[in-house]
C-alpha cells in the first residue's frame, strides 16, 4: 500500500510540474498561482523524501 501512496504522490508531483510550466509559458503568467504551485509541489516533495 505504501508504495501505491509513493506513486500517487509522485503522479500529484508531476501533475503540478506540468501545469507549472504550462503557467510559465503563458504570455503573462499568473504569479501567485505559480507560487501557489510551487508551494504545493514542495510539500509533496518534503512528503516523498520522508517515505
Not at 508531483?13 to 514542495?42: F, I, T
Request: glycine share 2%; charged share 30%.
Amino acid at each position: 500500500m505504501e508504495s501505491s501512496h509513493v506513486q500517487s504522490l509522485q503522479s500529484k508531483h508531476a501533475g503540478l510540474e506540468a501545469r507549472l510550466r504550462e503557467e510559465m509559458n503563458r504570455p503573462a503568467p499568473d504569479l501567485a498561482m505559480v507560487q501557489q504551485l510551487k508551494k504545493h509541489k514542495l510539500r509533496i516533495k518534503e512528503e516523498l523524501a520522508a517515505t
